[in-house]
């Protein structure tokens, strides 16, 4: 099949049906239809990783490449901080070993000292506390108790390690709620309903209100912001997440719909004015208060796919012109003076004058009989309407170059989107609304916390002790 070319043969029969007159109308729109029909199941055919959207783990027979060879001693790196075991100052047990003397020759022996070996174990266990408030009764019959902790408001209860553990387990390592519920009942001894679970993503939902308030207006004052949606099943119905994101804060937001209504009612890019990294969604285009980057990985992806699929050489030129394009700003430190932004501009525009050449705009649709034009727009393939975005958004697309803060991918969002997806192949979808708030409220935090360098473990626990991770107190300090 791979021989056989595709897109020359179609073109030949659509130039001779078009130059036919004797055939019926009927038979050239049935054969006009599965040309088309060929075209669209063999084009989805040749689709991967490299050349649309679909991920990696998709690809049919997908190989891993090798790594190159290096000269580097197997192990750890000089300057490689290790993780092997180091023996500890202070051990939860020590045991004595004492030598059996009837077992020595005879004679008299002192002891002169001990030789010390440590085994690190882990001991996963239910531990529970009991509280037992004093009573005091006066002469008169009165009784006084005393007061429990804050918090401990039950005759029992789930502590708040307890509360951050299963956290931990459903919202970031992705664990579905049964499989979570065995974990505690039979490693824990700790048997826990699901519906527990789901109350425990609701109380870190509740309990990171203020962290919710916070974040968007960060990122909302800031100078660069990744945006990015994606689809998302819940019940069984198509719903999106959208994400605005930095290298420093995450946040995630459920809504029914993809485009500007979503986007304005989560009210972060419609009052933001600095760079918006975006994929060209055309409902990003609505806010002009801010300066447009376009991710040049989805470019590249669809220049692949024209010059595969297509056969369009101007798309290839282009590919490897972005790829140079990048590798020099990198060497430059992130920016290109005007002079040397020039030239890569003037090789820019002579690809496209090329590729409007090979692949040009389809002809001005022609006056009927009764001097009519037909209505609506002219198809353009899919390579054509790459080349006039390339074209008519130049500025957004080479925005790299000139701009230090401005980035040659959207992969920060991307990235910050990723365990949504996984979460979504591992458990197929969400059954509620409260269920995907949650969801992306925390992920929201998790993501952030890691990206200041906190664990997910230590800000899971913090939040359900009612305390803050430093950097998000400062914030939460100066808003007061």
């Not at 979570?180 to 699901?194: G, M, N, R, V, Y």
């Not at 939902?205 to 998302?232: C, M, N, S, W, Y």
Request: aromatic share 8%.
């Amino acid at each position: 099949m791979d021989s056989i070319e595709i897109n020359k043969t179609i073109a030949e029969t659509e130039r001779l049906l078009a130059k036919s007159k004797r055939l019926p109308p009927e038979l050239v729109a049935m054969v006009r239809m599965l040309m088309l029909v060929v075209k669209i199941l063999l084009d989805s055919k040749g689709l991967n990783s490299k050349n649309s959207s679909i991920p990696p783990s998709a690809d049919p027979n997908r190989e891993k490449k090798s790594r190159a060879k290096s000269n580097k001693n197997p192990g750890g790196q000089p300057g490689h901080k290790g993780s092997n075991l180091s023996p500890v100052k202070d051990p939860d047990e020590v045991l004595d070993i004492t030598i059996d003397r009837s077992q020595l020759p005879k004679g008299k022996y002192r002891v002169v000292g001990s030789e010390s070996r440590q085994v690190v174990d882990v001991r996963i266990t239910r531990y529970v506390t009991e509280y037992r408030a004093q009573i005091l009764q006066d002469e008169q019959g009165n009784q006084f108790v005393a007061e429990f902790p804050q918090g401990v408001t039950r005759p029992i209860q789930y502590g708040n390690e307890f509360k951050a553990n299963a956290v931990y387990m459903s919202s970031y390592q992705l664990i579905p709620y049964e499989r979570t519920q065995k974990h505690f009942a039979e490693i824990l001894d700790a048997p826990i309903s699901t519906g527990s679970l789901a109350n425990f993503n609701q109380e870190a939902f509740h309990r990171l209100k203020p962290f919710a308030q916070l974040v968007p207006a960060i990122l909302r004052a800031g100078d660069l912001i990744h945006a990015d949606e994606t689809g998302v099943n819940i019940n069984g119905k198509r719903k999106w997440l959208h994400v605005a994101s930095n290298d420093r804060w995450t946040w995630i937001e459920a809504h029914e719909s993809r485009g500007i209504e979503a986007m304005e009612a989560i009210d972060i890019l419609p009052k933001f004015t600095g760079l918006l990294v975006h994929d060209h969604w055309k409902s990003y285009y609505r806010f002009v208060l801010c300066l447009h980057v376009l991710c040049n990985a989805h470019h590249v992806r669809e220049l692949a796919r024209a010059h595969e699929q297509d056969g369009q050489q101007w798309a290839k030129a282009m590919e490897d012109l972005l790829y140079e394009m990048n590798t020099a700003v990198n060497e430059a430190g992130g920016e290109l003076d005007e002079k040397q932004c020039q030239k890569w501009v003037k090789r820019y525009r002579k690809i496209l004058k090329a590729g409007d050449r090979e692949c040009p705009a389809p002809e001005p649709k022609k006056a009927d009989k009764k001097g009519q034009l037909k209505r609506g727009k002219l198809a353009r393939s899919k390579s054509r309407n790459l080349l006039e975005r390339l074209r008519d958004f130049e500025a957004d697309v080479l925005r790299f170059m000139s701009n230090t803060r401005a980035p040659f991918t959207n992969n920060q969002g991307e990235r910050d989107f990723r365990m949504s997806k996984v979460q979504q192949k591992i458990s197929g979808c969400f059954r509620s609304w409260d269920g995907v708030k949650a969801y992306c409220r925390i992920r929201s935090y998790i993501s952030t916390c890691q990206k200041h360098g906190v664990g997910v473990g230590e800000a899971l626990s913090l939040l359900f002790a009612g305390k803050w991770p430093d950097f998000i107190q400062k914030k939460l300090d100066r808003l007061v």
